[in-house]
């Protein structure tokens, strides 16, 4: 940027603290926002970076959103001045006063956070099919809605708010990003997954189409409040009855593409961006860090990308993900994955996420 300072680095005893590579590590992080920044014209001050952490972060977990505070304080006292850093750092504390007081709402208004357990990030067939019929038996509109969508989401991976802005023409999915920023989240406006009817069961196909047709038009803030009790009434009644386990009542929508995250990683090609790409994520890592572990996998999943959602991953991700598996390759102990795994195999055994 034309607006870095010369000279040493500022930031004193905290500075001398941080090791090379946390300081390489903020410096792309702050680079995100620096770019942001560019793409709209506006300059790369203090208070430009502010506009930048409350856009971009909103949809962020507490942790991430820390990390992401945290790199481009570090950018600010480094490159602008210690006195803008503390200007930055007030004006944020108190947009993420702002931003727990609306999560906190949200979790009031039947949000399911982790009160009770941590997140479960599965939804096995056997359980996902009981809730579904016990949800589609209510006669109800917002019974026939969320059973549809825990019975096809974790085939096919939307976010629920997702469904609204999605179009099924012949096999292909194209679904609309919903966490797309221009050079900087998703890959894309628009992900295109082709879909394979063979692996699906037929009152899974029956359910995309519904949610297809039925979900344009709705937005899932209006729809949330409305599904989530139902949801949760259902799993309770089966818990009840002793048809499922206490711990299902956990469960979120959401479980659903942790779910689905599970199964593209133990059938398409994490090192190539495929799975990223299925997920609409502009970053090869993201699944392999955040999302639903291989091992919870049931079955082969029935999406591919397109080689136009593929190639609009990062490819500097890819390299980097193709990197750290060959790493985990080499260091780990012999015979621990046969000869003739694939480099797809390969990659998705080590993830430990």
């Known amino acids: 940027m034309d607006n870095r300072s010369e000279g040493p680095p500022k930031g004193g005893a905290e500075a001398s603290r941080r090791s090379e590579a946390t300081e390489r590590e903020y410096e792309r992080r702050a680079r995100r926002f620096l770019e942001w920044l560019k793409s709209r014209s506006m300059p790369a001050d203090w208070q430009g970076l502010v506009l930048a952490y409350e856009a971009l972060t909103r949809d962020l977990k507490p942790a991430s959103r820390r ?3 945290a790199a481009l304080r570090f950018w600010i006292e480094r490159y602008l001045s210690m006195l803008a850093a503390t200007q930055f750092s007030e004006q944020v504390a108190e947009i993420d006063r702002r931003w727990r007081a609306a999560r906190k709402g949200e979790k009031a208004g039947g949000g399911g956070g982790r009160k009770g357990g941590g997140l479960l990030r599965q939804m096995p067939e056997e359980v996902r099919r009981q809730i579904a019929t016990t949800l589609y038996a209510l006669g109800t509109t917002y019974g026939l809605i969320a059973g549809d969508i825990i019975l096809a989401g974790p085939v096919l991976g939307l976010r629920p708010k ?20 221009e050079g900087l989240r998703a890959n894309g406006p628009v992900r295109e997954l082709v879909v394979d009817r063979a692996k699906m069961a037929p009152d899974e196909i029956e359910a995309m189409s519904r949610l297809v047709l039925s979900m344009q038009g709705r937005t899932w803030a209006a729809l949330r409040p409305k599904l989530q009790p139902v949801l949760k009434a259902v799993i309770g009644d089966l818990v009840s009855g002793g048809i499922i386990a206490k711990r299902w009542k956990r469960l979120r929508f959401y479980d659903a593409r942790h779910q689905y995250a599970a199964e593209l990683k ?8 495929e799975v990223a790409a299925a997920m609409g994520h502009a970053s090869a890592m993201t699944a392999l860090h955040h999302y ?9 999943s029935a999406v591919r990308p397109t080689a136009e959602s593929v190639a609009a991953v990062k ?7 193709t990197a750290q598996m060959v790493k985990r390759r080499r260091t780990a102990p012999e ?10 195999g390969a990659s998705v055994k080590a993830d430990k996420s």
């Open 292 to 300: 639903g572990r291989r091992k919870r996998a049931e079955r082969p």
């Open 315 to 321: 490819a500097n991700t890819v390299a980097r993900l």
């Open 266 to 273: 133990a059938t398409l090609d994490a090192t190539k961006g």
């Open 67 to 69: 990390q992401y505070r």
């Open 162 to 181: 997702e469904w609204a802005e999605t179009t099924l023409e012949g096999d292909v999915l194209r679904v609309k990003n919903s966490k797309y920023i």
């Open 335 to 344: 015979g621990a994955a046969g000869p003739a795994a694939s480099a797809a």
